[in-house]
């Protein structure tokens, strides 16, 4: 059966740390991995990973995959209380299209 | 461009009961996925929709149903609902089928009693 597992499940950090976040995956064809922010309702799409190595950067965000491993991270460097939230990461089944989501960290950055 | 819609916000039925939502995706966008989100099982896959047709449908039982109009603007309908079917349900929309960005909706909270 095809499962994405996240951890930590939540973390309690300061504004100023640096956190990572990680996401591994088991699945019979991977095609891309996706993070995503969710922080009261719509999540929003941070980043697509596809191959193996390359980092995506967006500000304080960055991640990186690790196809021979299966695994993904995600890093937040200079907490902010605005990336109080749940990340999700979800793998795309190739062929199917199919999106499986892991359940989510809940990162909560006290001021 | 306005984002992805969804009415009603919040919803309150009794066991028993079927319910109807909606989605509205972004203009432009052809696919529609529904998701159920619950504390303990996370985000979890019902259907795709792209002209007007299923494409694609997760492990849900035969009570959730869905269709997608000519305007791609989508509905998912719960049938005889359970306890269980309390959660929160988002829609996202992508320009096509096959692109794997997807933009959420806000989601309609559903409270089965």
């Known amino acids: 059966e095809d499962k994405v597992v996240q951890s930590p499940l939540s973390l309690v950090v300061h504004e100023g740390d640096t956190v990572t976040l990680n996401c591994s995956y088991e699945?019979?064809?991977?095609?891309?991995l996706l993070w995503y922010k969710q922080e009261k309702k719509a999540p929003t799409f941070l980043f697509m990973l596809t191959s193996s190595g390359i980092e995506k950067k967006s500000g304080r965000l960055s991640s990186i995959l690790d196809k021979k491993e299966l695994f993904s991270i995600l890093n937040i460097t200079a907490t902010q209380t605005g990336d109080s939230a749940v990340y999700l990461c979800?793998?795309?089944?190739?062929?199917?299209?199919?999106?499986?989501f892991g359940t989510g960290t809940r990162l909560k950055v006290l001021a | 461009k306005a984002g992805v819609t969804q009415t009603p916000r919040y919803l309150i039925k009794t066991r028993g009961q079927q319910v109807t939502l909606s989605c509205s995706p972004i203009?432009?966008?052809?696919?529609v996925s529904w998701y159920q989100q619950t504390p303990g099982q996370g985000l979890q896959f019902l259907f795709e929709y792209f002209s007007e047709t299923q494409r694609n449908k997760g492990n849900f039982p035969g009570r959730f149903s869905g269709r997608q109009f000519s305007n791609s603007r989508s509905e998912m309908n719960v049938s005889t609902l359970e306890l269980g079917d309390s959660a929160l349900y988002l829609c996202?929309?992508?320009?096509?089928?096959?692109?794997?960005?997807?933009?959420f909706g806000p989601g309609t909270r559903l409270l089965v009693l």
């Open positions: 979800a793998v795309v089944i190739s062929g199917t299209y199919k999106y499986i």
């Open positions: 203009s432009g966008h052809r696919s």
């Open positions: 699945v019979t064809n991977f095609r891309s």
């Open positions: 996202a929309s992508s320009l096509d089928l096959q692109i794997e960005t997807q933009y």
